[in-house]
Nanobody, 125 residues
Framework: QVQLVESGGGSVQAGGSLRLSCAAS????????MGWFRQAPGKEREFVAA????????YYSDSVKGRFTISRDSAKNTVFLQMNSLKPEDTAVYYC??????????????????WGQGTQVTVSS
């Protein structure tokens, strides 16, 4: 049974940093793409970042590029999202996802079969 468990969310002031973790279990993820998504109140879920586990290739949305970094610890089967220079508009529930997206469109949304329960990030001005 695949499980993705996020942690590390919380409240921070604008300009601050947080590091989210996603502990993955239940299978080998070396051939998977791991993604981070977020959903703010009243908005649709949006792509934040992704990482192809075996190659280490990373992708970022324009809104977080240069501020957020996705990485992995293969020994711990854990994916991280380091978030720096946080802004109030980064406030959302952040979700970890795992899948095998076949193209760019799937990378951004539909290519993930496993999702975590989410962790709240609140950035105050």
């Amino acid at each position: 049974q695949v499980q993705l468990v996020e942690s590390g969310g919380g409240s921070v002031q604008a300009g601050g940093s947080l590091r989210l973790s996603c502990a993955a279990s239940g299978r080998t993820f070396s051939s998977y793409t791991m993604g981070w998504f977020r959903q703010a109140p009243g908005k649709e879920r949006e792509f934040v970042a992704a990482l192809r586990w075996n190659l280490g290739i990373t992708y970022y949305s324009d809104s977080v590029k240069g501020r957020f970094t996705i990485s992995r610890d293969s020994a711990k089967n854990t994916v991280f999202l380091q978030m720096n220079s946080l802004k109030p508009e980064d406030t959302a529930v952040y979700y970890c996802a795992a899948g095998v997206p076949a193209d760019w469109a799937q990378l951004l949304e539909r290519g993930y079969g496993y999702w975590g329960q989410g962790t709240q990030v609140t950035v105050s001005s």
